[in-house]
Each structure stands twice: as C-alpha cells, then as structure tokens.
C-alpha cells in the first residue's frame, strides 16, 4: 500500500471518530492522529462539525492543534507553545517532518544551514540522518544528499494541507499553467505544419530533380546513339559507286 492509499484510509478512519465525539473528548483523539507516524493531512478532519464546534470555547485548543499540524511549522510552534500543550516526541518529529515538506513547497534546493535553524539540528550528521530515516524512508520526500554543496536536492515532496486563501492562488497558478501550455502546444502545431510545408516543398524539388536527371539521360542517350551510327566517307562513297557500275 502507498502513501496516498494509507493517507485515506487513516483519514477516513478519524473523521469517523471525530464525528462521533464531542468537546474535551476530541482531545484523545486529536493526539493520536498528529502523532500517527503515516498521517500527514488533517483538513478534512479540521471540516467535521463537532471539530468547529469547539472553536471559542476552552477546547478550542485542540482545533488550534490541529491547525498547526495542518498549516503550520516547528518555529511556528515554538511562536504559540505557550498556548498549546506540549508535545510529546511523536508530535514533535512529525511537525519537523511538515516542515521539511513545507520548505520543499517552494525550493527544491534546501540549503542545510536553513534546514538545520528551522529543525533545531545542531550538527549535519543529525540533519543528514533525520532526512534520510525519517523523511525519505517515510516516503514523503526523495532527494540526494549533496556534501559537498551542504544542501537537500528535491526530487519529490508529498503535499500538504491547503492553507486558507492558498486555493484561489493555487488556481491561478494552474490557470497561469495551462495558458502557456496552450501557447505551446499552439507554437508546436505551427512548427509541424512548417515542418509537414517543407517536406512537400522538398518531395516536389526532389522530383523535379528527377525529372530533369531523367531528361538529361535521355537527352544524352540520344546523342550517343547519334554519334554511334556509321556514316560513309568520300572515299567509301566513290568504292560504292565503282562496285554498282561494274
């Protein structure tokens, strides 16, 4: 099973179990799901009506967490731990795991020493361990190493959670995309009836080649057998002549 199959799976499972709780008792529940070590989007647990529900009431928290788990990042945390319970070390691996996602959103090229400051890693053994038993194996990035350069080449990163007023810029983008694609496509059909021009004009100088090599053949064939013919001199003239006479 891959990644987006056990992604919906897992969803499925705890929208079901948040439906069917209320207040305080989310709170179990919203711990297990932001420490699951396979689930990395919690949107469609942030739509379940008893979720919003708590909103403005003093288990509100757990919808707080459930947004930074959603959107946010590990200095994102570190800004509102004071209004959030502490997390405990699954929590605290997995938001550093969105964060790595969230970066890659943007750069395909991480630096380390970027990596490093927003993870918390002191050293790049650390760091190179961390993206390579927690992130790639996990399936959620793939990437290469570069030591020499110090930074995290992207070759894929999962996706996260959409963030509010993130759609409308998403479609544009996509919009924006599909605007060049037709321009392209446009320019490539034009540059194949260009091409598909040219192959006639060059099939129709081809054969007027032909022809005229034929002609030439012809032309000079004919001379040839012209000039191959015997043809009778004076002298073989006045013999002929004698022979008749006698």
């Not at 970066?103 to 395909?108: D, F, G, Q, S, V």
């Not at 995309?177 to 040219?198: G, P, V």
């Amino acid at each position: 099973m891959d990644i987006e199959e056990k992604q919906a799976d897992l969803i499925d499972h705890f929208v079901k179990q948040a439906s069917a709780l209320q207040g305080s008792a989310l709170g179990p529940l919203v711990a297990e799901a932001t420490s699951h070590p396979s689930l990395f989007a919690f949107s469609e647990i942030l739509t379940v009506p008893s979720v919003l529900q708590v909103e403005g009431t003093t288990n509100s928290v757990y919808l707080d967490m459930l947004r930074l788990f959603a959107h946010g990042t590990w200095s994102d945390y570190k800004r509102i731990s004071g209004h959030l319970p502490q997390l405990v070390p699954e929590q605290i691996l997995k938001l550093k795991q969105l964060t790595v996602l969230t970066l890659a959103e943007t750069n395909k090229v991480l630096p380390y020493d970027q990596l490093m400051k927003e993870l918390d890693v002191t050293n790049v053994r650390e760091l190179e361990d961390f993206l390579i038993n927690e992130c790639m194996y996990a399936g959620i990035v793939r990437g290469k190493l570069d030591q020499l350069r110090r930074c995290f080449e992207v070759q894929f990163a999962a996706g996260r959670d959409l963030r509010p007023g993130q759609l409308g810029s998403m479609i544009q983008t996509l919009s924006n995309w599909l605007a060049t694609s037709d321009n392209l496509l446009l320019s490539i059909q034009e540059k194949i009836k260009w091409a598909d021009s040219m192959g006639e004009l060059d099939k129709k100088h081809r054969k007027e080649v032909e022809d005229r090599v034929e002609e030439v053949k012809k032309s000079l064939s004919l001379k040839l057998h012209t000039v191959s013919r015997p043809t009778l001199t004076s002298e073989g003239m006045r013999r002929s002549t004698l022979n008749l006479v006698e």
